[in-house]
């Protein structure tokens, strides 16, 4: 994530013996016993809890004077019910793999599927759902920032990172600026999307005159830390 450009990405290389092993004693036990044990389902949640809580660790890390634990909570607590429903999801598909077309799926068919989930939830999405926590982290401290400053700076600005990666529905917010207590901000605050590298910066320049409309998923809508701050109806 390019969120503030200080923080290290995360390194799974010393967890990797521990992950394989777990994937495969679940995969394994699911596949022979038509079910995951209660133990080996909270190993795996806690797996997914305790990597992304290190995104949050990354991303809040203001002075000492400025931290908060309840906002640190927040954030923390929404990462443990994504872990939750994430954990569901993974065996969810791993369950649809055991029967094809209504047979029994055998071994070596069900291990390669198991094997192509494993990469996806596991590897790929678990870099981008580390980065995207460290990035709303991130802006849970700039927020901080933002309201501690808001008589000299009583504004925010949309700014994108400005080159051809940016989606075209963030290109129509670039550069709009509102009132830091303005409700836009309840819903449009960065990241906007998975891999977003748009930012919010704090400015004293004049109010946009209009405000463009596009569409933002649930799930980047309600960012945990925004029940920290209040907001008024403007």
Not at 11 to 35: N, P, V
Not at 168 to 184: A, C, Q, R, T, V
């Amino acid at each position: 994530t390019h969120c503030c450009g200080s923080h290290e990405p995360i390194k799974l290389s010393k967890e990797d013996d521990f992950l394989s092993g777990l994937i495969e004693s679940y995969i394994r036990q699911l596949f022979e016993d038509r079910a995951v044990s209660a133990e080996n389902q909270k190993k795996l949640w806690e797996h997914y809890y305790n990597t992304l809580s290190k995104g949050v660790d990354v991303g809040y890390n203001p002075k000492p004077e400025m931290y908060d634990p309840a906002l640190s909570h927040s954030l923390k607590y929404n990462i443990a019910e994504f872990s939750a429903f994430k954990e569901t999801s993974f065996r969810k598909q791993l369950e649809a793999a055991l029967t094809s077309n209504g047979k029994v799926t055998p071994w070596s068919e069900f291990k390669k599927k198991a094997d192509e989930l494993n990469v996806e939830y596991n590897r790929r999405w678990l870099k981008t759902e580390y980065d995207h926590t460290v990035a709303t982290a991130n802006m849970a401290q700039q927020w901080q920032d933002f309201e501690a400053d808001a008589d000299l700076y009583p504004n925010l600005k949309y700014v994108t990172a400005g080159d051809a990666r940016v989606r075209d529905e963030h290109k129509i917010l670039d550069g709009l600026i509102l009132p830091i207590n303005h409700s836009f901000w309840k819903t449009h605050t960065t990241p906007l999307d998975w891999g977003c590298r748009c930012n919010i910066e704090q400015t004293d320049e004049d109010v946009s005159e209009t405000i463009p409309e596009i569409k933002i998923k649930g799930i980047f809508k309600n960012k945990s830390f925004k029940t920290c701050f209040s907001w008024d109806n403007t």
